[in-house]
């Protein structure tokens, strides 16, 4: 069944032609569910196809189906579904058709009128079998960070790709960076990878991922951290959907510590998807008056959206541009502390785009570089003290010492 982490919205899919099943359901679950949300089809034939695209933790298949046959419903569903358990719904006395239902592929049935009891005794049953749920939340363990910025060119992108690269030096341990801007990628380019899979490979499969099939669609990098592409923009047939986004990033949570996240605008369903799923939210902003009054908007947005203040962190890029505002006043003007300062070096961080290579890899001894390290030490210090630390130089050595063997006599500090 798709992963239930702590935390996660219980997704519950209904499949009846009865409106007044789904009320019954709805008020159920009311109050005593926890966070979840209910989706209905009420068309038969448009339930395997719904479940695919919601990937829910539990499907209820109810016996009034508007002529179609209520077994070859769980028949389809479980077919096209195999892990996801199947509830039937069922009239007091219609126990052959209880019984023809578990023989279907259903996990087992809920008598009607629905009861609260009963309803939520086969949710735990069906839900949380040996342990799954305890299991699920130790094992997603790992850290999720997302990078975005009120517009483009903050330099959003080079901070995510280069903190991740630091952070794989600085833990000596697994880390994944996933490109999450789908209306302009630029992971590909600012890495030098190229035709390599990306999530739209995932898309499909998502009911039936492990941790074989993730890696191979995740890219390798020289730097020894993986990466998950986002498709061109036109092979993007429709947004990806929360249920989707959730599912990856379970997946990510358990095979690597820190999920690095690079996201786009704009601030659609999908993106708050990943910003739901951050343990912190890193926002890139520049010291000019326009990114200020967008930077300003964006944090109204996470506001209302629920988030702690804590949760969410002001990085300043560019801090020491000529004519740029400063710090102290764009503190004074958004009611919130600049947590961090990259100092300005545009011309670096171009060359090191265009050339394909990170920064903290080809200039480790540039002013640019030290800050990125020194933000991901701050980055590990915050949300995993329990590492032993690593200095900024031990870090930039072996990076150094990489990039010669990979590009020789094109090394060298800023």
């Known amino acids: 069944m798709p992963g239930l982490i702590s935390g996660e919205t219980l997704r519950i899919l209904l499949v009846s032609s009865n409106e007044a099943i789904r009320n019954e359901i ?12 209910l989706y209905w089809v009420s068309q038969a034939d448009l339930a395997p196809g719904r479940a695919q695209d919601l990937l829910p933790h539990v499907i209820l298949v109810d016996s009034d189906q508007a002529g179609a046959n209520p077994t070859n419903v769980i028949l389809a569903l479980t077919n096209r579904l195999p892990a996801v358990p199947v509830l039937a719904l069922v009239g007091t006395t219609a126990i052959d058709l209880a019984r023809q239902a578990v023989l279907a592929g259903a996990r087992g049935f809920v008598t009607k009128p629905i009861l609260a009891e009963d309803l939520l005794a086969a949710l735990r049953q069906v839900l949380t079998p040996r342990g ?18 009120p517009k483009g060119g903050t330099g959003r992108t080079t901070l995510a790709i280069n903190t991740a690269v630091a952070l794989r030096q600085l833990t000596n341990g697994p880390v994944v960076l996933t490109d999450a801007d789908y209306a302009a990628p630029a992971v590909d380019v ?11 490979d995932l898309l499909p499969r998502l009911s039936r991922l492990d941790a074989d099939l993730v890696s191979s669609i995740l890219a390798h990098h020289a730097s020894g951290i993986r990466v998950l592409l986002a498709p061109p923009p036109a092979d993007l047939s429709s947004p990806i959907s929360l ?26 369903d999908t993106a708050f998807a990943f910003l739901d799923g951050a343990d912190r939210i ?11 009054r967008n930077t300003r908007l964006m944090l109204e947005q996470l506001n209302l959206r629920g988030y702690p203040d804590e949760k969410v962190w002001l990085v300043l890029n560019r801090a020491t541009m000529r004519g740029g505002v400063p710090a102290a006043d764009i503190e004074e003007r958004l009611h919130v502390p600049v947590r961090y300062r990259i100092p300005d070096d545009q011309p670096l961080a171009t060359h090191t785009i265009n050339r394909g290579v990170p920064l903290v890899m080809s200039h480790p001894n540039s002013a640019l570089a030290r800050a ?39 090394g060298g500090a800023a």
């Open 190 to 200: 600012a890495l030098n990878l190229v035709a390599q899979k990306n999530i739209a």
């Open 372 to 410: 990125m390290i020194g933000f991901a030490q701050e980055l590990r210090r915050e949300m995993a003290p329990e590492e032993a630390p690593v200095t900024a130089a031990a870090a930039a050595a072996p990076l150094s010492r990489l990039f010669g063997r990979l590009m020789p006599g094109k």
């Open 26 to 37: 709805g008020v159920a679950l009311a109050g005593r569910a926890g966070d979840h949300r």
């Open 243 to 268: 249920p989707q986004v959730q599912q990856v990033l379970v997946w990510l949570k358990r095979m690597f510590p820190w999920v690095i996240v690079d996201l786009g605008l704009p601030l659609d």
């Open 132 to 149: 799954a749920l305890t299991e699920a939340a130790e094992t997603a363990a790992g850290r999720v960070v997302v990078f975005c910025a």
């Open 282 to 292: 890193i926002m890139s902003v520049l010291p000019e008056l326009v990114g200020l």
